[in-house]
Structure formats: C-alpha cells, structure tokens
C-alpha cells in the first residue's frame, strides 16, 4: 500500500498563530486583563482553540496508527488480518467524529469572537487559518479512506461486516455478565415454579426448600455482575434465607428493622457457583 504518511503544514501554521496570539494576550496591560468580562472571553476563546489543537494532534496520531497497521498487512494470517481491519476501522471512526467536532468546535468560536463586545481581531485571522487546516485534513482523511478501500480482500469484506462483528462481540460480553436473581415468599416462588414443596419425610432431614428441577428464567430480574454491588430487599436480614449456592464470604446481609441490603463483595466468587439467585421472603 503507498505511504500514507501526513503533511500537515496548514497544521504547523496554525500552531505558529496560535503561539502568535498567546504573545499578544501575554502583552495586555494589567488593567485590560483586569476587567473580568474581557478577561472571560479570552479565556473561552482560548480554551476552545487549545481543544481544537489537541484534536488536530489526535487526528494526525491515529493517521500514523492506520498507515503503521496497513503496511505488510499481506504477510500476515487470517487472524492478525481480521483484527488489524478491525482496528483500522475504528480508527477511522474516531479520526471522523473527531473532524466533525473540530468544526463545530471552530463555528462557535468564530460566532462567539464575531458577536462578542470583547470581539479579538487577531483571533478572526486565527480561526481561517485553522478552517483551512481542518479542510486540508478533511480532504487527506477521504483520501485515507480511499486507500483503505483498496487493501486485500479479505480486509474489504472484514470492513463490510464489522458492524456485525461488533454486535456479535457484544453479544457475547453480556452473556458473560448477565446474572439473574428473584425474591419472594415461598408460596410465590413455588407458584412460579421455582421452589417445589417437598415431603415429610425430606423436613426430617433439615430440608424446607428445594429448588425445581427448571424453571422459567424470564421470571427472574436481569443484572450485570460487574455493576451490580448491592441489592434492596424489603425484609430485614433474619427473614430473608438464600437458596442458591454462592461462595461464603464473597457476600454479606446487613440491614434493619423493616429491610436489608446483599452486598456483594467479590461478584466473580458469588456467581461462580450459580448465575441464578433465589431468595426466600420468610
């Protein structure tokens, strides 16, 4: 693939006015900087053109990262390929949100400096200049992408579908964190199919409650392991029993007189042994 390597001289021009106009607010009399008005517009103005020069860098690294990821891309297997097309897309992504926010970032500051009282001239000239920075970029970045359109096959048909990739990536994660838990009085759960009434005989054993065999999981709420630290219960701790097995101390029962919270202290030991939680509202 040809190089890709970026010239920013629009870039570097911008960077010497930008130099210019801190020169000129650092020769500002103590009594212009003392008004708090002016000196409030600067300030804005300053820290919006900051941003926009941060984004102007951002852009031109992750220029460098799509041309170091397309270089002897035909070397590599099919793996590496299918991960190197990922990358290089969302660098595109990013490379794109990130144009689109430099210009609204500079039509606000045009707009503002324009309709100021504080209104800096010097400011106007500044703004142009990084206008057409942002444009010539603009340009180089479609050019990128043409380029990108051009490497193998199976790069092209990784960009066509990595929508699909993502979603199915996605997919995957929550499944990974997704747990699931219930509560309620026995009679409740054991109308719902979730605890089944057992024997005489079983009681003589010590047993009360026993979960059933199946039962449906849409019943139950849908939590992220990974967000989910504690969980409300109307019912304070000694009328609550847990029926699903969870790691002993990964969890704690603390609360008062009308409710108690579970809190959970180590989520990757309390779901490892159940995904599912069932609570007894006794």
Request: with cysteine.
């Given at each position: 693939m040809d190089?890709?390597?970026?010239?920013?001289?629009?870039f570097?021009v911008?960077?010497?006015?930008?130099?210019?106009?801190?020169?000129?607010?650092g020769?500002?009399?103590?009594e212009k900087q003392?008004?708090?008005?002016?000196q409030?517009?600067?300030?804005?103005?300053m820290?919006?053109?900051?941003q926009v020069?941060?984004?102007?860098?951002?852009?031109q690294?992750k220029?460098?990262?799509?041309?170091r990821?397309?270089?002897?891309?035909?070397?590599?297997?099919?793996?590496?390929?299918e991960?190197?097309g990922?990358?290089i897309?969302?660098?595109?992504?990013?490379?794109?949100?990130?144009?689109?926010?430099?210009?609204?970032?500079?039509?606000?500051?045009?707009?503002?400096?324009?309709?100021?009282?504080y209104?800096?001239?010097?400011?106007d000239?500044?703004?142009s200049?990084?206008?057409?920075?942002?444009?010539?970029?603009?340009?180089?970045?479609?050019?990128?992408?043409g380029?990108?359109?051009?490497?193998?096959?199976?790069?092209?048909?990784?960009m066509?579908t990595?929508?699909?990739?993502?979603?199915?990536?996605?997919d995957?994660?929550?499944?990974?964190?997704?747990?699931?838990?219930?509560s309620?009085?026995?009679?409740?759960?054991?109308?719902?199919?979730?605890l089944?009434?057992?024997?005489?005989?079983?009681?003589l054993f010590?047993?009360?409650?026993?979960?059933?065999?199946?039962?449906?999981?849409?019943?139950?709420?849908?939590?992220?392991?990974?967000?989910?630290?504690?969980?409300?219960?109307?019912?304070?701790?000694?009328?609550?029993?847990?029926?699903?097995?969870?790691?002993?101390?990964s969890y704690?029962l603390v609360?008062?007189?009308?409710s108690?919270?579970?809190?959970?202290r180590?989520?990757?030991a309390?779901?490892?042994k159940?995904r599912?939680?069932?609570?007894v509202l006794?």
């Open positions: 190089s890709m390597a970026v010239r920013d001289s629009r570097r911008a960077g010497v006015m930008f130099f210019v106009f801190c020169l000129f607010l020769a500002c009399s103590p003392k008004q708090d008005a002016r409030e517009h600067i300030e804005s103005m820290a919006i053109l900051a020069q941060k984004n102007l860098g951002r852009i690294q220029e460098a990262v799509v041309e990821l397309s270089s002897g891309i035909e070397s590599q297997d099919r793996r590496n390929v991960q190197i990922k990358d897309s969302a660098s595109i992504r990013f490379i794109d949100s990130t144009l689109a926010a430099s210009k609204s970032l500079i039509r606000k500051l045009e707009e503002e400096n324009r309709s100021s009282t209104r800096v001239e010097s400011l000239r500044l703004v200049e990084l206008k057409i920075a942002i444009n010539t970029k603009d340009g180089e970045v479609n050019v990128l992408k380029q990108v359109q051009k490497l193998n096959k199976q790069i092209s048909a990784l066509a990595v929508d699909v990739l993502d979603e199915f990536i996605q995957q994660e929550t499944q990974l964190y997704t747990a699931y838990y219930i309620g009085t026995f009679n409740e759960l054991a109308d719902k199919g979730i089944v009434r057992i024997n005489p005989l079983e009681k010590g047993n009360e409650y026993r979960l059933a065999p199946d039962f449906n999981i849409n019943l139950f709420r849908k939590v992220d392991i990974t967000e989910t630290r504690d969980l409300f219960l109307d019912r304070p701790s000694k009328g609550l029993k847990i029926i699903t097995p969870h790691t002993k101390g704690e609360g008062g007189k009308t108690s919270l579970l809190l959970i180590d989520e990757n309390f779901w490892q159940s599912c939680l069932v609570i006794e």
